[in-house]
């Protein structure tokens, strides 16, 4: 009897910790044991300065995806965003995206416009149609440096 | 060779070397004694998870409060769920879950190695060709190196809670800004870290314990019986709690 309810208190306590690390690791740490769902694709910016793996991808203010790597493409200098989205999301070959900040010093993300063609990106396919970050150090010293002229 | 001032501590640390070493192929086969790893886990595991529940819970309120006071001076209390989830994972739960598990565990582990050590049943043990490695101290390592990461999940999970609890509902944030922060800023390389934090503490706190009080018969000064168990157990929890604050400095260092 003894050894049941030792055998009984250790399966519960197991129980609880594997039930927390499995909350922390799913709904927070974005770990998918079954594997994603979600396709590929590819962005092209001139800058992404400021943007992160992890970063979300937003379809008319709805979450649809996330940034999953940002790499430099050696031959034009342009940074190559790998984007994951969710595969109910069909966006056209002229989709725009491009990057914005959540409210003034907030994270970057990439917004996605979506375009008027009958060509759907295929998973994997690149969107040329960009627009990089918005820099307000640049913004401001063009108000100031410009406005003379 | 002489025992100098120099060669001692060496000399100390090399022990405990050979001690794990020793230890590590019982390690690898944790299941030769399935009913002494159950009692322990029911002893490490089972019987901390009160107070670490405790102990979390008010710890996630003390963060929420604090980083609370501060962020609604920049108007920045949406953040509050990032800055409680990001503190208690990557640093707050691990460290505290292992200096509880030290002094409810460690302790405990160490003077009962020490009595062992002192009233010669190690010794009676090996006339006995039982190996005190497999039989005594390896059911010790594995329901630790289980039950530490386990309760430093549910100090975090109890923890966020209490800071949900401080945040929503003593001081109207939306639950969906709490929860919803938070998901955005702990990635799983911040529950890696958890993890990793966990498993070396876990490692640190039963392998100095335990060898403290199993090897105190050959330590630079000699501990017998009740007040070199007593000396021997003070030594081993200062000594394994300076190592896991110290490990910890090294993990975050590596990992962010």
Known sequence: ??????????????????????????????????????????????????????????????????????????GTYE??????????????????????????????????????????????????????????????????????? | MSRGPLSTPVAGLGRFGLYLALLAPHLLRPWRQ???????????????????????????????????????????????????GLSLIRELAPVL????????????????????????QVDALECMAIDPYGYLLAPRFTATLIAVPLLTALFNVVGIGGGWFVGVVMFDISGGAYFGAMADSVLGRDVAMDLVKSIVFALVIVWICTGKGFLMHLAARPAFGAEGVSRTTTEAVVAASISVLFADYIISALML
């Open chain 1, 1 to 74: 009897m003894g050894n049941f309810r030792t055998e009984l208190g250790v399966g519960l306590f197991m129980l609880a910790g594997l039930a927390c690390l499995f909350y922390l690791a799913v709904r927070l740490g974005d770990f998918e044991p079954f594997g994603s769902a979600r396709y590929p694709l590819e962005a092209r910016f001139v800058s992404s300065s400021g943007l992160k793996p992890g970063a979300f991808v937003e379809v008319g203010g709805v979450r649809v995806g996330r940034v999953t790597g940002i790499e430099l493409d050696p």
């Open chain 1, 79 to 149: 940074s190559r965003v790998h984007l994951e989205l969710d595969p109910e999301v069909r966006l056209q070959e002229d989709a725009i995206a491009s990057i914005r900040t959540e409210g003034i010093i907030g994270d970057k993300f990439i917004k996605i416009t979506p375009g008027g063609s009958d060509e759907i990106l295929a998973p994997g396919d690149v969107m040329f149609e960009t627009e990089s970050s918005i820099s307000l150090e640049e913004l401001i010293s063009k108000y100031i440096f410009e406005s003379d002229n």
């Open chain 2, 34 to 84: 399935p009913g002494a790893v159950l009692r322990q886990l029911h002893f490490i595991g089972a019987r901390s998870v009160t107070v670490i529940a405790v102990a979390g819970g008010f710890v996630g309120m003390v963060v929420a409060l604090q980083f609370h006071d501060t962020l609604v001076r920049f108007g920045a209390v949406g953040m509050l769920g990032a800055a409680v």
């Open chain 2, 97 to 120: 879950t292992a200096l509880i598990v030290i002094g409810r565990v460690g302790s405990a582990m160490c003077a009962e190695m020490g009595i062992m050590r002192s009233d010669n």
